[in-house]
Nanobody, 117 residues
Framework: QVQLVESGGGLVQAGGSLRLSCAAS????????MGWYRQAPGKQRELVAD???????NYADSVKGRFTISRDNGKNVVYLQMNSLKPEDTAVYYC???????????WGQGTQVTVSS
């Protein structure tokens, strides 16, 4: 059973930085795409960034130039470095992974990020 453990959320002032981590375990197959989504109150969940196994990245326009996604394939960990945070980045951030060969999709439990103005 694949499990995702997220960490790194919290409260930060506008302009500050946070680094989210998501460690995936329970699969001997590894993972293709790994990514981060977020959901603000009253809004739909949206893609923040994702990264393929070979390191190709994709970002939402709203975070380009401020956020950086990376991963460690050996450890099955995906990171999201968030700089120049804005109040509108406030949301619950969810880790998302796609298992290799099965294409099964898994979600983390979510971590709260709050940016104060």
């Amino acid at each position: 059973q694949v499990q995702l453990v997220e960490s790194g959320g919290g409260l930060v002032q506008a302009g500050g930085s946070l680094r989210l981590s998501c460690a995936a375990s329970g699969s001997i197959l590894g993972f293709n795409a790994m990514g981060w989504y977020r959901q603000a109150p009253g809004k739909q969940r949206e893609l923040v960034a994702d990264i393929t196994r070979d390191g190709t990245t994709n970002y939402a326009d709203s975070v380009k130039g401020r956020f950086t996604i990376s991963r460690d394939n050996g450890k099955n960990v995906v990171y999201l470095q968030m700089n120049s945070l804005k109040p509108e980045d406030t949301a619950v951030y969810y880790c998302n992974v796609v298992e290799r060969f099965t294409a099964r999709l898994y979600w983390g439990q979510g971590t709260q990020v709050t940016v104060s103005s």
